[in-house]
């Protein structure tokens, strides 16, 4: 009998991609359960067939009844199974009994059917950045927050009514052909390989919405599955971060010499990474669309360019995230590494979504070539350079069974100067939380005032232009019709003003985006890069523990003097690592806000000179009298 299940949330389809429009409390049949990548066919009793996020319905068994009484969702069902044959591996049949119940308690029951869904489907351009104070990765190091902002509407943000809704009509101009002639097309998606889960993931409901796991830092960033009402089990996306603790780097009894060297020198302002002769960027451009499964799934590649190589290569969305992964578990506990744009599940194809993820990949890609230690990485380079399938696939699995990740990464740093006392090393550590945590509250103080700037600029602010033209031009009409001569170049001069007030109402609607864009988008990308310190300061601050409680246990004989001795050697290299970074991050801070905040400045000043101009020109049609 064929596999029924309840729509529980609406879901509008995107015009040709195969997908099926359901609608809350609808009963489809299931045609193809493992389409994959969070993805399920089905058959509406229609007779249409299409596909459907897993996470919109919950199956029902042969009877009509929920499966569970608490009512799961197919990915629910689909973890409660796998999970139950490997506990029943592992155990007694009692054993495996008892952990089910526990899992299925951590799920939870789904409440009602008019709860919100895990992506809401229907987004609009003007939706950014909701950003909520629940997850906030600084909350254990100060109970107070500032910047959390309390609208949905973001820097993008339209006059109401512009752009409102999604215009299903305009034609697709990203149907072209797949592939660029001049660069290798990607690695394959065979049936063997893991990149078959190929789409762009259930996450935000919004075009550029951010949210806190982003602001969390990398090793917070869950899978997206996670957080929707469904399934309430915490699904660390990267096991392998999921380190131990500093006692694998402190307390091994011997380090194992790397081939990969990463040294530190002292320069004029303290400890600095050694950067390359010769530096180089990646341009992302050229995005097309692609397909597979014969047309059931489609995504978007990009083109990626290195500048001293100028040959390119090709990526799906998918790849960045495998990349970031691979630099968060292997330098997460020392280097800051941002999260990508958000994932989504709708818009996916709509030009403005598609140009502001390119955008958003184009600065991620940049910060990461800007970077002396990321950039010259194995895995960056392979990244960026591999030639063919087999040199790919190669590459990848190495990179996947590095050892020297997490804590460990600090076995392959060599600093060229004394080691620290453990005094020094904490008021260091100090220093770096005091800093960061300060500038991670005037970035979000700063978003937050960006967007309401945003909004009044978008929204109510052209409108008092528009009431003050259109009220202009109404008097010079009720002027026109007493008839009276004389009164002419009056009533001319009048109506122009009012037109000119009407043309300021443009230039302040558009003005945003030639400008506050460039400052919003660099605070965005800041505090990315903040939310990453607390979990850094907290692996230098265990270690700082770690050593601290050297002396117990040398004094119980669990560790030697030597082995004490070698753990303040290398808490020491840890703190010259962290005041490496520290001083990339200060050079890269001084140098992006003296140039955006100077681009603001320059645009500002333009802005007012043509308002100003305007409004001369309009002045200039009255007679003095």
């Avoid at 409102?164 to 690695?187: E, I, V």
């Avoid at 040959?311 to 995230?321: I, Q």
């Avoid at 302040?508 to 979990?535: I, R, S, T, W």
Wanted: proline share 6%; glycine share 8%.
């Amino acid at each position: 009998m064929a596999t029924k299940a309840r729509v529980m949330y609406d879901f509008a389809a995107e015009p040709g991609n195969n997908e099926l429009t359901v609608n809350e409390g609808e009963i489809i049949t299931i045609t193809n359960p493992d389409v994959g990548g969070g993805w399920l066919e089905g058959r509406n009793i229609k007779g249409e067939r299409g596909l459907v996020p897993t996470d919109y319905v919950e199956i029902l068994p042969s009877d009509g009844k929920d499966q569970f009484s608490c009512g799961n969702s197919v990915a629910d069902q689909a973890f409660l199974d796998s999970l139950s044959a490997s506990t029943a591996q592992a155990s007694s049949s009692a054993a495996s009994n008892n952990h089910q119940v526990d899992i299925l308690a951590q799920i939870g029951c789904v409440e009602s059917l008019s709860q919100s869904p895990p992506s809401s489907p229907s987004p609009s351009p003007s939706s950014i950045y909701k950003v909520g104070s629940g997850n906030d990765p600084w909350s254990a190091w100060s109970a107070s927050k500032s910047g959390n902002w309390e609208s949905s509407e973001g820097w993008g943000a339209q006059p109401e009514g512009a752009g409102a809704q999604r215009n299903t009509n305009t034609p697709n101009n990203w149907d072209t052909a797949f592939g660029h002639p001049q660069a290798y097309q990607g690695p394959a998606t065979g049936d063997d390989d893991d990149w078959d889960e190929d789409w762009d993931g259930p996450k935000s409901s919004s075009y550029f919405k951010d949210s806190e796991s982003a602001d969390a830092g990398g090793a917070q960033r869950g899978n997206s599955r996670a957080s929707s009402s469904s399934m309430k089990i915490p699904l660390n996306k990267f096991p392998g971060f999921a380190k131990p603790g500093t006692e694998q780097y402190l307390l091994a009894k011997q380090l194992a010499k790397p081939k990969e060297k990463i040294p530190i020198i002292v320069g004029d302002y303290g400890p600095m990474w050694v950067y390359p002769t010769s530096t180089f960027d990646c341009v992302v451009a050229d995005p097309r669309k692609g397909s597979k499964m014969y047309g059931l799934k489609s995504y978007i590649e990009y083109q990626l360019t290195p500048t001293n190589t100028n040959r390119s290569v090709n990526h799906r969305y998918k790849h960045f995230d495998w990349l970031y992964e691979r630099l968060l578990v292997k330098f997460g506990s020392a280097i800051p590494i941002p999260s990508l744009p958000d994932k989504q599940v709708t818009g996916r194809f709509e030009e403005e979504f598609i140009k502001m993820r390119m955008e958003r990949l184009q600065a991620w890609m940049t910060r990461m070539c800007r970077h002396p230690v990321i950039s010259e990485s194995e895995v960056f380079q392979q990244f960026l350079n591999f030639r063919d399938e087999k040199e790919w696939k190669t590459g990848k699995r190495k990179a996947e069974r590095d050892e020297l990740a997490g804590v460990m990464i600090f076995s392959t740093m060599e600093p060229e100067a004394p080691d620290l006392d453990l005094v020094e090393i904490e008021q260091k550590c100090e220093a770096v939380g005091k800093f960061t945590k300060a500038m991670d509250d005037g970035v979000k103080e700063l978003l937050t005032v960006g967007q309401e700037h945003w909004k009044r600029c978008t929204g109510p602010l052209p409108k008092e232009y528009q009431k003050i033209g259109k009220a202009l031009q109404s008097l010079a009409t009720v002027f026109s019709s007493s008839g009276y001569q004389g009164e002419t170049d009056l009533n001319d001069a009048i109506t122009e003003a009012g037109k000119t007030y009407e043309e300021i109402a443009s230039l302040v609607a558009e003005q945003p985006k030639k400008d506050l864009h460039f400052l919003m988008e660099c605070n965005h990308e800041y505090k990315g890069f903040l939310g990453c310190f607390p979990d850094i300061i907290g692996t230098h601050k265990g270690a700082i523990e770690k050593v601290k409680e050297s002396d117990k246990l040398v004094a119980t004989s669990k560790i030697t003097l030597q082995d004490k001795q070698n753990m303040v050697k290398r808490v020491s290299i840890m703190s010259y690592a962290l005041q490496a970074e520290m001083n990339h991050f200060h050079s890269n801070r001084i140098y992006d806000y003296n140039s955006v905040i100077r681009l603001y400045l320059e645009q500002q000043v333009q802005f007012y000179e043509t308002i100003a101009e305007k409004l001369r020109q309009a002045l200039s049609r009255f007679p003095v009298m």
